[in-house]
Structure formats: structure tokens, C-alpha cells
T-cell receptor, first 113, second 114 residues
Framework: EPEVTQTPSHQVTQMGQEVILRCVPI?????FYWYRQILGQKVEFLVS????????KSEIFDDQFSVERPDGSNFTLKIRSTKLEDSAMYFC???????????FGSGTRLTVV | GESVGLHLPTLSVQEGDNSIINCAYS??????FIWYKQESGKGPQFIID?????DKRQGQRVTVLLNKTVKHLSLQIAATQPGDSAVYFC?????????????FGTGTKLQVIP
């Protein structure tokens, strides 16, 4: 069964450093998403991406965040200057079209120290 | 404002019994709802969905019921097994243009007692 692949599975970074979280969505999917989940809390929407541009973003997705689809397969989330409160699980998800449910990756656990 | 929430944070069920996990939502304009299962350290896994124009949908060992009158969603798991132990989220999906926006509930932890 096709999977959404995320790397790395766990990243530890110092506060103020830049991090890039990587995702390989399912190959024929067209819509891409980033979500995050702070430990013990619910999954929160960050950003959606379609046709090489951001479709929608939440209040969480401020100027410190950016997304890119640098080639035909990767979808990245960059945090420019990490803060302690950015520590969370970050999930990438994709769908083929709006009539189908999401497929989530296994997540990247980001720890900011 | 819009919200999707769960009544019970933890549910303990004996192996073999049926489980019922509940969810309340406040936005009646959603297009459909999904139940997700999340095991420790893993991403949410799709279980079953139901469109807003339906009131019941069955899958393998799972049934989702939607009561739009009281804005309530439930997930029934038949013959609960130890492998069902996980956190279960309901999610509300709205289509906006060509994409979807998902709002997740807080989650209910299901503990299956062998």
C-alpha cells in the first residue's frame, strides 16, 4: 500500500537553529498538508499546498515557517529559527483529490533544546 | 466558534466486548467526518469516514453513526481486540475550493484489557 514517508523520524535542534522536515507524499497525490501535534494535545493544521502554492495556512504558520516542493517528489517544511514551543510531532499528509481521506506519514518528532 | 470534541478521554474495554467512542461537533456545515486511529509514535491512520448526508456506515468490525440533530458522531468497534488499543480521533472535514481542511478532536484513548 502506498505510504507517505517522512524523514527524519526524530530531530533534536538547538533553539534558534533552522530545521527542515522532509516528506515524500504518495506519487499521484495532488494536495499536501503539514500538521503538528504537541505532546498530549490534538493534531493541529498548519498549512495546505496545492499546485505549487499555499492554499491555506493557520495562525500557527507564521513567518518562521515555509513550505516547498523543490522537485516532483519532496515536500518540505522549514522552520527558520526554532523556539522551544516548536517541539512537537510534525505530520505530513496528502490526498489525491478532495473526495478521498488523508494518508498521513509517521511523523517527525522535533525536539528543540 | 467551530469545534470538534470528545466526551471521554479514556475508555477501558474488556477484550471481546464492543467499544463505543463518542464525538460531538459544533459546525453543521462540514462535508464529512473521519475517524482516525493513532498508535503511540505513529501518525493518524484512517479508519472510516461518513458523509454528512448519511447516518450510518459500516466497515470491517467498525460502524460509524452520525446524528446531525444533536451533532454527534460515534465509532463502534465490535469484538474489541488488544490491537485496537490506541487513541481515536474524530475529524471534521470541510471542502474549501479544491482542497480540504481537517479539524481534529482531542482524542479518546482506548485501552483493551486482555
Amino acid at each position: 500500500e502506498p505510504e507517505v514517508t517522512q524523514t527524519p523520524s526524530h530531530q533534536v535542534t538547538q533553539m534558534g537553529q533552522e530545521v527542515i522536515l522532509r516528506c515524500v507524499p504518495i506519487s499521484n497525490h495532488l494536495y499536501f498538508y503539514w500538521y503538528r501535534q504537541i505532546l498530549g494535545q490534538k493534531v493541529e493544521f498548519l498549512v495546505s499546498f496545492y499546485n505549487n502554492e499555499i492554499s491555506e495556512k493557520s495562525e500557527i504558520f507564521d513567518d518562521q515557517f515555509s513550505v516547498e516542493r523543490p522537485d516532483g517528489s519532496n515536500f518540505t517544511l522549514k522552520i527558520r529559527s526554532t523556539k522551544l514551543e516548536d517541539s512537537a510531532m510534525y505530520f505530513c499528509a496528502s490526498i489525491r483529490d478532495r473526495d478521498y481521506g488523508y494518508t498521513f506519514g509517521s511523523g517527525t518528532r522535533l525536539t528543540v533544546v | 466558534g467551530e469545534s470538534v470534541g470528545l466526551h471521554l478521554p479514556t475508555l477501558s474495554v474488556q477484550e471481546g466486548d464492543n467499544s463505543i467512542i463518542n464525538c460531538a461537533y459544533s459546525n453543521s456545515a462540514s462535508d464529512y467526518f473521519i475517524w482516525y486511529k493513532q498508535e503511540s509514535g505513529k501518525g493518524p491512520q484512517f479508519i472510516i469516514d461518513i458523509r454528512s448526508n448519511m447516518d450510518k456506515r459500516q466497515g470491517q468490525r467498525v460502524t460509524v453513526l452520525l446524528n446531525k440533530t444533536v451533532k454527534h458522531l460515534s465509532l463502534q468497534i465490535a469484538a474489541t481486540q488488544p490491537g485496537d488499543s490506541a487513541v481515536y480521533f474524530c475529524a471534521e472535514i470541510k471542502r474549501a475550493g479544491g482542497y480540504q481542511k481537517v479539524t481534529f478532536g482531542t482524542g479518546t484513548k482506548l485501552q483493551v484489557i486482555p
